[in-house]
């Protein structure tokens, strides 16, 4: 196993303030405990866990901004009912799409989605994007 070395560039410590400005919640109370990423609907359907997009948020990368997590997060508040330290995950995956929203990069559009991928993908995943993408 690898470890990765801390980075605690500007950039970085940046990048955690805004999405917990954005979010308003306390990225850094969060103690890994796993609860979040157990008690997820969607979890099967991502490709980091709620636990991994929240500590890759906690340390700064990016690249969390690369993932589907964010945008399959069905704000169901399953995981903000379980979490001992009360944080609200469906308000952090929000704050990384609006960063990527902002920038009018979607990434999904439900117009593009085929009958079949309509009847295949989860209801609740569906209602979620047509929330967050619709306006």
Do not use: H
Not at 17 to 26: A, F, H, M
Not at 81 to 89: F, I, K, M, Q
Not at 90 to 113: F, G, H, M, N, P
């Amino acid at each position: 196993m690898k470890i990765k070395k801390l980075d605690l560039s500007e950039e970085n410590v940046e990048f955690l303030v805004k999405i917990s400005d954005l979010s308003g919640e306390t990225v850094t109370l969060c103690e890994q405990c796993g609860t979040c990423s157990g008690s997820c609907p969607m979890v099967s359907e991502m490709d980091i866990t709620p636990s991994q997009m929240v500590r890759m948020v906690q340390l700064g990368e990016s690249e969390v901004m690369d993932t589907k997590a964010m945008w399959l997060c069905a704000s169901c508040f399953t995981c903000t009912v379980r979490c001992p330290r009360g944080l609200d995950l469906s308000k952090i995956a929000e704050a990384l799409r609006q960063i990527t929203l902002r920038k009018a990069v979607d990434y999904i559009d439900i117009r593009d989605l085929s009958k079949d991928e309509m009847k295949r993908l989860p209801q609740i995943a569906l209602i979620s994007a047509m929330r967050k993408f619709t306006g």
